[in-house]
């Protein structure tokens, strides 16, 4: 029988409008694709509040963490509203703050400085899969 590892759930805030909200999912792609592939899945928030019963199902049985560009926390409210408490809840802004980065400016096409914070970012929410998948 496979044994079927255990998986977390990244969930981004889909934000356009503000330059956090794109580093938010420049980050969580990074993680989902590369830092960690094999452990992390991604769950779409626009189907997710549109009401995709497997998304939310998903929600529900498996660990997940969202991450949100700005403090509205549009990703964490819609979690806790229609699935369940995220483990854990990551602030871009808070981050970059903690590190020293600049807040970025661009909402398209970051520059070398953003794309870097965005790296700084997707560390931290390795590290915070690792966290999880530890417990
Ligand atoms: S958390 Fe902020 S950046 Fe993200 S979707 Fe909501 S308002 Fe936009």
Known sequence: MAIELMKVGIIS???EELPGGTVSRIACRKVLD???AT????????LFIAGDQGQREFASNYPTITVDGCDK???KKSTELLSGTPKKYILVPEILKR???EA???RRDLNEKEKAAAD???EEIARAVDE???E
């Open 34 to 36: 590369d830092l960690r």
């Open 39 to 46: 452990e992390t899945v991604t769950i779409c928030l626009p």
């Open 73 to 75: 926390y549009c990703a």
């Open 13 to 15: 805030c889909s934000g």
């Open 99 to 101: 590190h020293g980065l």
């Open 132 to 134: 999880v998948l530890n």
């Open 120 to 122: 700084v970012v997707a």
């Open 104 to 106: 970025p400016i661009h």
